[in-house]
């Protein structure tokens, strides 16, 4: 193989030699991670730098086929073969959701349709969201995150002026006032609530900041005849190089990155603590539970992993597509998911394409 890539280097020259070099690497990396990823995925092993990775993995599989394309004059076989497996890879993860579900059976029982929403930061979106809230007038719990209260933000009361009388149901989680109530959370239902109470969240040694003030809200309602468990939760974000603790913008210089670096590994783990948290709650009760939330995790990173066990995903089982619920520049992830526990299942799963916050709404109906 050596001979091979020392031959194939000899060959290449110019601009196009210095291409293919940049590809093969590229390709040999993302191949690299690939199967990092997947030895760490299949065994139930965990590293915070792999987790915050896996965020990106489809990102990374596919680009690196494409880099594999670039690598022209280079052997085939190492060019091939590492292709292959990121784009078999990529299908593994992400073909669910691109095979056409099966129809499904008339519902033998009620159903119930849920929405979750993170309301964003930017007050120049709620009256659209307000709006969107009302027309949506067949959604029967909705799971709100970001319910502000802070300066410039009346959150809980246009949220209950404009939608109280088709939600009678009501559970309210303020937030810290130092973070100007960024956390807060919201369930409201056409089902009268109860035995409503607000968990902290750990925090690992993350020391301030949204990581720190994350909590779940839950409740209990008499859904169709039978009684559920309701819970909403705005998980731990990753660390972003150019945001501080609490997702300010301080811009980007070798400080910034610098305490990225180091607060990396404490929001992984904050992250992942918070997950086993619920997963805790979702096996520890009698009843079915839902879970709605911003959980700040996509579908196929290494956190996600741990609710796979006592709970379902509403969109893996019954949506079409990728399904992002956020975007960051043009690179998009679902941040927003529906889970349930055995008891109930999902019957469609679909995100809306309305500019309402940064976040899009995820609906799931559910028997």
């Not at 890539?5 to 070099?21: E, H, N, T, V, Y």
């Not at 066990?309 to 949506?319: E, F």
Request: aromatic share 8%.
């Amino acid at each position: 193989m050596t001979d091979a890539i020392g031959s194939a280097l000899r060959r290449l020259s110019g601009l196009r030699g210095w291409i293919a070099i940049a590809g093969f690497a590229l390709l040999w990396t993302a191949l690299g991670i690939d199967i990092i990823l997947w030895l760490l995925r299949l065994s139930g092993g965990y590293s915070s730098k792999a987790n915050l990775l896996s965020h990106f993995w489809p990102y990374l599989s596919f680009g690196g086929a494409l880099a594999g394309l670039l690598a022209r004059g280079m052997p085939n076989s190492l060019r091939s073969i590492p292709t292959v497996w990121l784009l078999v890879s990529l299908a593994i993860i992400h073909g669910k959701q691109i095979v056409p579900k099966a129809d499904l059976p008339p519902p033998r029982g009620a159903t119930v349709r849920v929405m979750t929403l993170n309301l964003g930061g930017a007050p120049g979106t709620r009256r659209r969201a307000m709006r969107y809230l009302r027309q949506r007038r067949n959604v029967d719990i909705l799971f709100l995150q970001e319910v502000h209260g802070g300066p410039g933000f009346r959150d809980r009361s246009e949220l209950e002026a404009a939608l109280g009388r088709r939600f009678p149901g009501r559970a309210w989680f303020k937030g810290a006032p130092e973070n100007r109530f960024r956390l807060g959370l919201g369930i409201m239902s056409r089902f009268p609530l109860r035995e409503i109470r607000t968990l902290q969240l750990p925090s690992g040694k993350t020391r301030t900041g949204r990581c720190r003030q994350a909590a779940a809200l839950t409740a209990k309602a008499w859904v169709r005849g039978r009684q559920v468990r309701l819970v909403t939760a705005h998980l731990c974000p990753p660390a972003i190089p150019w945001e501080d603790a609490w997702g300010r913008p301080v811009g980007l210089s070798l400080g910034t990155v610098a305490d990225w670096l180091a607060s990396l590994r404490e929001f992984e783990y904050a992250r992942r603590s918070q997950i086993r948290f619920l997963r805790a709650l979702a096996e520890g009760g009698v009843e079915p539970l839902i879970l709605a939330g911003d959980l700040n995790t996509t579908p196929a990173s290494l956190d996600i992993l741990e609710l796979s066990g006592p709970l379902k995903n509403a969109y893996t089982a019954r949506g079409m597509g990728f399904g992002f619920t956020y975007s960051l520049w043009s690179l998009g992830a679902r941040l927003d998911h529906v889970f349930f526990s055995d008891g109930i299942a999902a019957r469609s799963a679909s995100i809306a394409d309305v500019d309402i916050s940064d976040h899009k709404p995820l609906e799931a109906v559910l028997e």
